[in-house]
């Protein structure tokens, strides 16, 4: 299993979810745009036809930002009456030391270096069922496109009795691309005339054996159309080839930001 927490720690634009609860006035277009701060753990399982053994890796809160290469996120909501878009993107790598355990030896801990290398990107329709005095509900569903790269170095100790199949050296990266049919649903709830508690939750499958993506946050507003955010997302996706290839990765952290409205 791979741990890498990193800051994802760019103003970024996403989470549409989060923002204040608005409907489109004259039957004109509204947009949602969320800057926000995700402090992200990033959770992994991954496996070459190569180099078939478990990586397992962790970094402290101290060296997040030294294990993040670069990080951004997009995302756009927009909404004419009761039917609307969303467009959410986000790209990761990240890089770190590792360890491999080598199950014939016993769990024998080796020492390797690997690297991660997310993107996916979701293109869903949204339909308001709910729009009252005390929230909204939105059906949400659409294709999400994920492009997951894995590589893995390592240098296994000569004259190490290694099991068949388990090469002393290797170095060699591998990309999964896949996309998933995505369904699920968006809350606003008005807790208070300025707290809101807002949610999503989508789930999937197709090119993965199963994908999901979650949020909870709650909005302060400061303003007309802005409010402040904070709360916490998580990602995650299990993806398994004939090949041997395979990644079971989560991305999970708290958020904050401000949310936009126009």
């Known amino acids: ?23 489109a006035s004259d039957g004109g277009w509204t947009f949602n745009l969320v800057p926000y701060l995700w402090l992200s753990g990033s959770d992994a399982t991954v496996s070459h036809p190569g180099f078939p053994v478990e990586v397992k890796a962790s970094t402290s809160f101290g060296e997040i930002f030294r294990k993040l290469d670069v990080g951004a996120m997009v995302a756009l909501e927009g909404r004419r009456g009761r039917w609307g878009f969303l467009l959410d993107g986000l790209y990761a790598k990240l890089s770190d030391e590792a360890t ?10 080796l ?9 996916t990107g979701l293109a869903a329709v949204q339909y308001r069922a709910v729009d009252d005095g005390t929230g909204s509900l939105d059906i949400v569903a659409g294709p999400r496109f994920w492009s997951y790269r894995t590589r893995i170095d390592a240098s296994l100790p000569a004259g190490l009795p290694l099991p068949p199949g388990i090469p002393p050296t290797y170095g060699r990266a591998e990309t999964l691309h896949w996309v998933d049919a995505m369904a699920g649903a968006k809350a606003v709830v008005h807790l208070a005339p300025r707290l809101t508690l807002n949610a999503h939750a989508m789930f999937g499958a197709g090119g993965s054996r199963f994908s999901s993506d979650s949020l909870l946050a709650f909005g302060v507003a400061a303003g007309r159309n ?30 904050v930001g401000a949310g936009i409205r126009f």
């Open 100 to 109: 491999v355990g080598v199950p014939q030896l016993g769990g024998l801990p």
């Open 226 to 255: 802005v409010s402040l955010l904070a709360g916490y997302r998580y990602l995650s996706a299990n993806v398994r080839r004939d090949s041997g290839l395979a990644a079971d990765m989560s991305m999970h952290g708290p958020i």
């Open 1 to 23: 299993m791979v741990r890498l927490p990193a800051m994802i720690a760019a103003l970024v634009l996403a989470a549409p979810a989060a923002a204040e609860d608005g409907s």
């Open 111 to 119: 020492t390797a270096a690997i690297g991660l290398r997310t993107f």
